[in-house]
C-alpha cells in the first residue's frame, strides 16, 4: 500500500504573479504535481521543471468536471506524491476550493489551505478604488457573480441591496454585468450612483470603465462583452480618479518585445513589468550542452593555471562557476586569476557570485578588449580562459593571441535557432504585421540577426519601420542598422537600467 501523499490548496490571486504569498510560493516550488487554474498559469514560472502540470481549466467548469478533478487530485495524493492545487483569486472566496478541501477529507487524505488575494479585493486595489472608506458607509457586501456566460441573477434581496450604504463587489461575465445593475436601479438604486467596471483586474491589459451606474450600462450597450471583470458599486467608486495609480505608471498599457534566451529575459521583463508594460518573449534560441561538455569541468578544475579569465556571457557565467563548485576545487581558485566580463548582465552575474571583476567591457569590441586587459601588464606568454557561447566567434582569442598569450577559446555551451515557422514566431510576425507592439527590445549583435531570421530578415526591416526599436549600445544599434532596421533608442550607458529608462523617456515625449 503506498503512502498518501499530501495536497496544498493554494490561492494564487487574482493574476499579478506577485501577489501570491510567501506560503504559497514555497509550496508551490516543492510541489510534484501542479494542478492549477487557466487564469493563473502565469505562476508555473515557479514550479519545479520536474513537476507533473495538469491544467484545470477555469473555475468550475461544471459540476461533472468538478467531481473528476477532485478525484485526479485525491488520485495523484494517494500515489504518495505532494500536489499544489493553484487556484485564482482565494480557495474560499466563491470558489471551489472548499468543495475539493472537503472531497479530501472524506478520503481521509491530508491537505492544508493557504489563502490568497480575492480577486475583487486585488482588482479594486489596483483600480484604486478601497472598498472602504470612511463616510463611504460601514458595510461589504461580496455578491457571488457568474462562473459561467449565461449565469442567472444571484437570488439575494435586491431592494436592500439597492438601500445598502456601503459596497457592493462582484466578478462577473458575460451579460450579468448588465442584468445586476438594472436590478439594482428598478429596486431604488439611482442611476447617477458611482460604480466601475474592472477588466483584467492586477495585469498589465487592465483597463477601467464607467463613473456611474448609467455610465456603465451605455458602455456595455454599445456592444461591450462583460468578459471577466470585476463590478463595484458604492460612493468608493469615485474615489479613483484620486487614488488611481496602477494604470498610471510610465510604460502601462506598452507591448514591448524582449529579444533574450528565457533565463535571462526575466530580468528586463520584471523591469519593464514593474512600470506597467506588458512584455512579449521572443523565443530567438534555446541553450544546450557544447559539443565537448566535460571542456568546461577540466578549465574549471585548473583555473588557477591561467592568468585572466574572460567571460563573454552571463549564461558562459552560469556554466562556469556551476562547474567549478560541483568538481574538486572551489572559489579559492580564483584567488590569483584576474577577471574580464564582456557586458553589463554578465558582470553582474560574476558579482552575484561573490567575485568583483577587474575589467568590464561594455560590449564585444574586440580592439577595446584587448587594450583593456593589455593596460594591466604585458599580454606575451599571458594564460588567458575565454568562456563563450557558440554564436560568438574566435576572433578574440586570434587577437590575444597575436599579442602573444596563451589562450584557451572554451565554447561553454551552445545555441539553437528557433524555428520560424512555431507558434510563438508566428503570433509575434502578427503582432507586429497589426501594430499591435510598442517596442522591441535588442540587447546583442546576435538577438538583431536572430529576431529577423524569426521573422523573416526581408520582412524584419519594414515591420520595424512603424515600432520603437531600443538597443541595448552602439555595436548592436549597427548591427540592426545592416539589416536595414533604426534603432531610435540607444541608451548612453550599456545596462538594462538605462535602457529602460531611455524607454521611459521616451513614451513620454
Keep these: 500500500m503506498k503512502t498518501s501523499g499530501h495536497v496544498s490548496v493554494i490561492g494564487a490571486g487574482p493574476g499579478d504573479p506577485g501577489l501570491i504569498s510567501v ?18 498559469a502565469n505562476l508555473l514560472r515557479w514550479a519545479r521543471p520536474d513537476a507533473e502540470k495538469i491544467e484545470a481549466g477555469a473555475p468550475a467548469e461544471g459540476m461533472m ?85 449565461d449565469d442567472p441573477l444571484p437570488d439575494v434581496d435586491w431592494a436592500a441591496l439597492a438601500r445598502l450604504d456601503g459596497t457592493i463587489i462582484c466578478n462577473v461575465r458575460g451579460r ?26 492586477t495585469l498589465t491589459t487592465q483597463r477601467t470603465e464607467g463613473h456611474t451606474i448609467a455610465a456603465l450600462l451605455t458602455h456595455l450597450a454599445d456592444g461591450a462583452d ?23 505608471r510610465p ?34 534560441f534555446r541553450i544546450a550542452p557544447a559539443e565537448d ?26 556554466r562556469f562557476f556551476s562547474a567549478l563548485l560541483s568538481g574538486p576545487r572551489d572559489m579559492r581558485a580564483l584567488g590569483n586569476v584576474s577577471v574580464c566580463a564582456i557586458g553589463p548582465t554578465t558582470a553582474d552575474r560574476i558579482l552575484a557570485r561573490g567575485v568583483k571583476p577587474d575589467v568590464v567591457m561594455p560590449e564585444v569590441r574586440i580592439d577595446d578588449i ?69 517596442a522591441v527590445t535588442f540587447t546583442s549583435p546576435t538577438a538583431v540577426r536572430r529576431f529577423a531570421s524569426l521573422i523573416g530578415s526581408e520582412q524584419a526591416a519594414d515591420l520595424l519601420k512603424t515600432t520603437v526599436v531600443a538597443a541595448l549600445g552602439p555595436v548592436t544599434a549597427e548591427a540592426a542598422e545592416q539589416l536595414g532596421i533604426n534603432a531610435q533608442i540607444v541608451p548612453e550607458t550599456f545596462t538594462i537600467d538605462a535602457l529602460v529608462t531611455a524607454l521611459v523617456q521616451h513614451f513620454a515625449r
Design 65 to 149: 468536471a468538478q467531481d473528476a478533478l477532485s478525484m485526479l487530485i485525491a488520485d495523484k495524493a494517494r500515489e504518495g506524491l505532494s500536489v499544489a492545487r493553484l487556484k485564482w483569486g482565494d480557495p474560499f472566496v466563491f470558489d471551489s476550493g472548499a468543495k475539493e478541501a472537503m472531497f479530501l477529507h472524506e478520503q481521509r487524505i491530508p491537505f492544508d489551505v493557504v489563502p490568497g488575494i480575492p480577486a475583487a479585493v486585488g482588482a479594486s486595489a489596483y483600480a484604486g478604488i478601497p472598498l472602504t472608506y470612511p463616510g463611504s458607509g460601514d458595510a461589504v457586501v461580496l455578491l457571488r457573480g457568474s462562473e459561467g456566460s
Design 23 to 40: 506560503q504559497g510560493l514555497r509550496l508551490l516550488s516543492l510541489a510534484d504535481v501542479v494542478i492549477y487554474d487557466r487564469a493563473v
Design 370 to 438: 584587448v587594450e583593456a586587459i593589455g593596460a594591466a601588464g604585458s599580454l606575451d606568454s599571458q594564460r588567458v580562459l575565454i568562456v563563450r557561447p557558440d554564436f560568438l566567434r574566435d576572433t578574440l582569442a586570434v587577437e590575444l593571441a597575436r599579442h602573444g598569450a596563451t589562450v584557451t577559446d572554451l565554447v561553454a555551451y551552445t545555441t539553437a535557432s528557433a524555428s520560424p515557422e512555431s507558434k510563438e514566431a508566428q503570433d509575434i510576425y502578427r503582432q507586429l504585421l497589426e501594430g499591435r507592439v510598442d
Design 293 to 318: 561538455p566535460e571542456a568546461i569541468d577540466r578549465a574549471a578544475a585548473s583555473v588557477d593555471a591561467f592568468q585572466w579569465v574572460i567571460f563573454a556571457s552571463a549564461n558562459s557565467v552560469t
Design 251 to 284: 510604460l502601462f498599457g506598452k507591448r514591448i518585445i524582449i529579444t533574450r534566451s528565457r533565463d535571462q529575459a526575466r530580468e528586463l521583463a520584471d523591469e519593464l513589468e514593474q512600470l506597467g508594460a506588458q512584455t512579449i518573449a521572443a523565443p530567438i
Design 226 to 248: 462583460a468578459g471577466e471583470a470585476t463590478l463595484i458599486i458604492g460612493e468608493v467608486a469615485s474615489l479613483r480618479a484620486h487614488l488611481r495609480w496602477f494604470d498610471e
Design 176 to 201: 450579468l454585468a448588465t442584468a445586476i445593475l438594472q436590478a439594482l436601479i428598478e429596486h431604488g438604486r439611482t442611476p447617477d450612483s458611482p460604480a466601475a467596471l474592472i477588466y483584467s483586474g
